[in-house]
């Protein structure tokens, strides 16, 4: 079974190798039947690599202990449900998880746009292949997943414990997938360069894939922070670790891109900063899999130092490189079409939104790699923590968050000063209100969280303002009621309303980020059964310590009555979980009880042997909010990126009665 | 630039829009610098060896550093049904107690673990620390990693 899995990864790195080369051979020599091998080539990678994976999963099911990797993450006792976790739990199972859902994209891309002009698709095909004849390369020969054991146990060693839970299973492959899609966009840029054909054509064929590839890496992040919150027991979700960091700035970038991007599409500016802002992303995207794979920078995720490291590096030098100079080489057709007509315009506002991520990711870059910088130029690590990254990331968010409600209000080329000023005195009002009352209740020694409460309440209220006047002007021209006017007016304009939908997300997750930062509550304290502690509203009593076993693990777990107001609202459990074979090392579970206001949330610390018992007790102010929040930028995105069935005939005049009634 | 001027609108109002938009940009950058700068002034952490810290002996008091290390076997005490915990830490250049309390001890924790402190020697000589990382050498991979 190894042999197999192995000859089905060499092949596909061979046929990859085959198509990157053949692609733009085929577009050289006027060759149809090379473009044609290349399409075909690129299925059949495809194929190939699905079929490696498929072995490494019946490895996995059958109990094949002589593949190493088998051995390492599996074990006879292991229940089936963890098997996907084992899959990507490794190092070499998740680069095969990376190649295989890059082979699948290439598939879908090279199926999906079959009509597309060929030579531009030639030249994609050659990236996509290319960065997948990388990964073939790692994966048959330096950090393969079907190397074999030289003798063949009789069990494995087990999943480690803390892949034990259900965001576990989630989260990796989410955040892989998220790097690993925007190899598209990068492709399709890197094929519009090589080509020359640098219009808006490339523009609208990335558009979508790049908006998919930003919902994947963002939902990645968010399933991180979950994991995190519910795992680790620290009473956060976002700990700024290298890791975190690597992962949040490509897809910040990416906010950039698909921002920046409308103003291409519609005044055909910035075209330079656009092709940077998708290179950069990938850059990005492979220097995450290089921190996360290598261990240069010490993380708390850091993963065993491998070998790959030096690959990676290698690889990232390649592409930096050689796409850097095809941009320079295209530079003079890169010339702006338009220049922008006033400070006072949405083009601007965008400007500024990209200035502020560009400056976000490169404080938290920054940041991530000061400790190699440092050692390299002084001699000395010098590190920095999160308060850093709080520091600078927080002003530059709350100014972000107030360009939201900003920008839409911004007509495109020039706005009125006047009519500016009129359009903005009501939300901003709003706001100051609204951080005042917050002020007013909770103490204003907090400036920091007024301001992003305000910014908040501004951008709420400039987005409802455009949905209540977009929806009423629809209700006048179309006699349509309000329900069915506000239906139709989100689905003809889908990609701006979409767009404000995942603002009103971020409006969501930025209050609950900012509550739970600065009104946390947090008390430790060591109980014997019977005595209570007080926190926030909360008072905990605690029941006592029990011992239980399940299948394969040992369970101790205290119990703690909840009353809040004195009145018993119900009880907690937190445990820790002897794993078999992994007994030194407990698996803590956090108990958590979610209201709409707040979290309440403990931590079992430990224990003595008289019965006593530690917890740390943390309160944390509307955190379900930051879940809920990213469920909301989920569905927007999902609305932006819906194909549009007519594009925009039913703009174009004004008996749409019609119309509306055919698609209704 | 080069375009703009051979553009016909290329006028002294268009110059006035580039400075503007450079003056707009240019207050944005630097914002962000002074923002990077202050704050890399107040929360940076040296990154030190056991012996460098001992070398430095109660001068070091002050300073708050960051020491990674094994955890010595056999050393680790828990204070007050785990909320704190005592352990000795060593690299290759020395060896030293730890007194950690404040927040959780991560799950994978433990002796021969690697280790990650941030905090400041105590009067009693005895590190402080106020965050505690560890580094399971053997997190994802079981085996091979043993001896990291």
């Known amino acids: 079974m190894a042999d197999f899995g192995h000859i089905a990864i060499v092949a596909a790195f061979v046929i990859a190798a085959y198509a990157a080369i053949a692609a733009p051979l085929g577009v050289r020599l006027r060759a149809p039947e090379l473009l044609a091998s290349a399409y075909n080539a690129v299925l059949g990678v495809a194929i190939l690599l699905s079929v490696a994976s498929a072995t490494l999963l019946l490895a996995f099911l059958t109990n094949d202990f002589s593949i190493k990797y088998v051995a390492e993450h599996s074990s006879r006792e292991m229940p089936l449900s963890l098997v996907a976790a084992a899959f990507y739990g490794g190092q070499a199972g998740s680069l095969l998880y990376w190649g295989w859902t890059l082979s699948l994209f290439s598939a879908l891309v090279a199926l999906q746009q079959r009509r597309t002009d060929p030579t531009l698709m030639a030249y994609v095909h050659m990236t996509l292949m290319g960065v997948m004849t990388f990964f073939g390369l790692i994966l048959g020969f330096v950090a393969s997943p079907f190397e074999k054991m030289p003798v063949v146990p009789a069990n494995g060693l087990g999943l480690n414990p803390l892949l034990y839970d259900l965001g576990m299973l989630y989260h990796p492959p989410m955040l892989l997938a998220g790097y690993m899609s925007w190899t598209i966009p990068f492709a399709f840029a890197v094929a519009a360069l090589a080509t020359g054909r640098l219009d808006v054509e490339w523009i609208k064929s990335t558009r979508r894939y790049a908006l998919v590839a930003w919902a994947i890496l963002g939902i990645g992040n968010m399933l991180g922070g979950w994991w995190a919150y519910r795992v680790l027991g620290w009473g956060g979700y976002w700990g700024w670790d290298p890791v975190e960091n690597s992962a949040i700035m490509p897809w910040l970038i990416g906010t950039a891109f698909i921002h920046s991007v409308m103003i291409q599409e519609r005044r055909g500016m910035l075209k330079v900063w656009n092709m940077a802002l998708v290179l950069v992303t990938f850059y990005l995207a492979i220097f995450g899999t290089f921190v996360v794979r290598s261990g240069v920078i010490n993380s708390v995720h850091s993963f065993a130092q491998s070998a790959i490291g030096p690959y990676f590096l290698g690889f990232l030098t390649l592409v930096v490189a050689s796409t850097l100079s095809l941009l320079f080489w295209r530079l003079p057709r890169l010339r702006s079409e338009n220049q922008l007509d006033s400070l006072l315009s949405r083009e601007a506002s965008f400007l500024v939104n990209n200035l502020l991520f560009l400056g976000l990711v490169f404080a938290i870059f920054w940041g991530t790699i000061f400790p190699l910088v440092s050692e390299a130029v002084q001699g000395t690590k010098i590190t920095v923590g999160p308060p850093f990254f709080n520091q600078v990331a927080g002003p530059i968010l709350v100014v972000l968050i107030a360009l939201m409600g900003v920008g839409p209000l911004m007509p495109w080329r020039k706005g009125r000063a006047e009519s500016l000023l009129r359009l903005f005195v009501p939300p901003v009002a709003f706001g100051v209100l609204v951080a005042a009352a917050v002020g007013l209740v909770k103490g204003f020694d907090q400036p920091k969280a007024l301001a992003s409460f305000g910014a908040c309440a501004f951008v709420t209220a400039t987005i409802a303002t455009e949905l209540f006047k977009g929806t009423l002007a629809r209700r006048r021209a179309t006699g349509e009621n309000l329900a069915l006017a506000l239906g139709n007016l989100v689905s003809r304009n889908n990609r701006r309303y979409g767009g404000y939908v995942v603002h009103l997300g971020v409006v969501m997750i930025a209050v609950a980020v900012t509550a739970s930062t600065a009104y946390q509550a947090e008390r430790s304290a060591q109980l014997r059964p019977g005595e209570s502690l007080q926190v926030a509203e909360y008072r905990l009593t605690f029941n006592g310590l029990r011992e239980r076993a399940e299948p394969g693990v040992r369970i101790v777990e205290a119990q703690l009555a909840v009353e809040a107001d004195r009145e018993l609202v119900g009880t907690l459990i937190t445990d820790k979980r002897f794993y078999r074979g992994f007994e030194r090392q407990p698996s803590t579970s956090v108990g958590i009880r979610t209201t709409p206001l707040d979290d309440l949330y403990v931590v079992l610390a430990g224990w003595e042997a008289d019965g006593s018992a530690s917890f740390m007790v943390f309160v944390n102010p509307l955190v379900i909010w930051i879940w809920l929040g990213g469920i909301v930028c989920a569905a927007g995105a999902l609305v932006a990126m819906w194909p549009q069935a007519r594009p925009s005939l039913a703009s174009v005049g004004a008996p749409t009665r019609g119309l509306a009634v055919g698609r209704a | ?148």
């Open chain 2, 1 to 148: 630039m080069q375009s703009s001027l051979e553009r016909p609108s290329a006028s002294p109002a268009s110059l006035g829009r580039h400075l503007k938009l450079l003056v707009a940009g240019g207050a944005i950058v630097l914002g962000i610098a002074y923002l990077i700068v202050t704050a890399l002034q107040t929360s940076t952490v040296y990154y030190i060896t056991v012996g460098e810290l001992l070398q430095r002996g109660p001068a070091a008091g002050a300073q708050h550093v960051r020491v990674a290390g094994d955890v010595v076997p056999g050393s680790v005490e828990k204070i007050d049904a785990g909320l704190a915990i005592r352990f000795l830490v060593h690299d290759g250049s020395g060896q030293m107690p730890v007194y950690y309390r404040g927040g959780p001890v991560p799950d994978i924790f433990g002796e021969e673990v690697q280790v990650v402190v941030e905090g400041k020697v105590g009067p009693d000589g005895t590190f402080q620390a106020s965050t505690l990382l560890a580094k399971c050498p053997s997190k994802f991979e079981a085996e091979g990693a043993t001896g990291a």
